[in-house]
């Protein structure tokens, strides 16, 4: 089956710096992608779709110029947090999908869980 | 928003089915109804999904009431490793519209 995986899985920074967040499709080549970031007890929240070489569409609330999102090539996207803070600590889950991959065809990777000190 | 209802807890023992409804009153006559399930701290895991007919495969079955206002996941024999939050989205048949995530059923399997 298609796999997505995330680097890191985990990762703990300091308040004001960046942490890049890697997502990647294994298998196949995924022309969205989609980030997600989910707050303890709290279901998945959609934060943006990324199409493979266009600039990313964000949500309601989300801010575009502190989470940069790059999908520059078919297997790969990234987030950028910018300047985090400690209320930024969620666990972020991408997903890929592509047109030919069967019904089901949203892939999740396995999440980032991210800790700002 | 979500377009669903579900319950927020289930308790079930296990090697029994295990039945998780969902209200879709809204469903549109494009929209799909998919079960994802996410296990504590991991990504969500695909399990079934369906129109209007019945499906299974090696997971799960899918039954969908005829007039597609509502549906049931049965786990049929569940297990300790079934315990998650099972959650029951509609969407359009389209790779490019994201899913869009309800509270979900956190479903407990108990020995």
């Known amino acids: 089956g298609a796999v997505v995986s995330q680097h890191p899985s985990r990762v703990i920074c300091k308040s004001g710096t960046s942490v890049k967040i890697e997502c990647r499709s294994l298998?196949?080549?995924?022309?969205?992608m989609f980030w997600y970031r989910q707050f303890p007890k709290q279901s998945l929240m959609l934060m943006a779709t990324?199409?493979?070489?266009?600039?990313?569409?964000?949500e309601q609330g989300v801010e575009k110029d502190k989470f940069l999102i790059n999908h520059a090539s078919l297997t790969l996207s990234t987030l950028t947090v910018t300047s985090a803070h400690p209320e930024d600590s969620s666990f972020y889950i991408c997903?890929?999908?592509?047109?030919?991959?069967?019904?089901?065809?949203?892939?999740f990777g396995p999440g980032t869980r991210l800790t700002v000190t | 928003d979500a377009k669903t209802t579900q319950p927020t807890s289930m308790d079930c023992a296990e090697g029994r089915a295990a039945n998780l409804p969902c209200n879709h009153s809204?469903?549109?006559?494009?929209?799909?109804v998919y079960w994802y399930r996410q296990i504590h701290s991991q990504g969500p895991q695909y399990i079934i999904h369906?129109?209007?007919n019945n499906e299974t495969n090696e997971m799960a079955s899918l039954i969908i009431t005829e007039d597609r206002k509502s549906s049931t996941l049965i786990l049929p024999h569940a297990t300790l490793r079934d315990t998650a939050v099972y959650y029951c989205?509609?969407?359009?048949?389209?790779?490019?519209?994201?899913?869009?995530f309800g509270k979900g059923t956190r479903l407990s399997v108990i020995a």
């Open positions: 997903s890929a999908s592509s047109p030919g991959q069967g019904a089901y065809e949203q892939y």
């Open positions: 298998d196949f080549q995924a022309t969205t």
């Open positions: 990324s199409n493979e070489g266009s600039k990313a569409t964000y």
């Open positions: 809204t469903i549109s006559g494009n929209e799909y």
């Open positions: 369906g129109l209007k």
């Open positions: 989205i509609v969407r359009a048949y389209s790779g490019n519209t994201p899913l869009v």
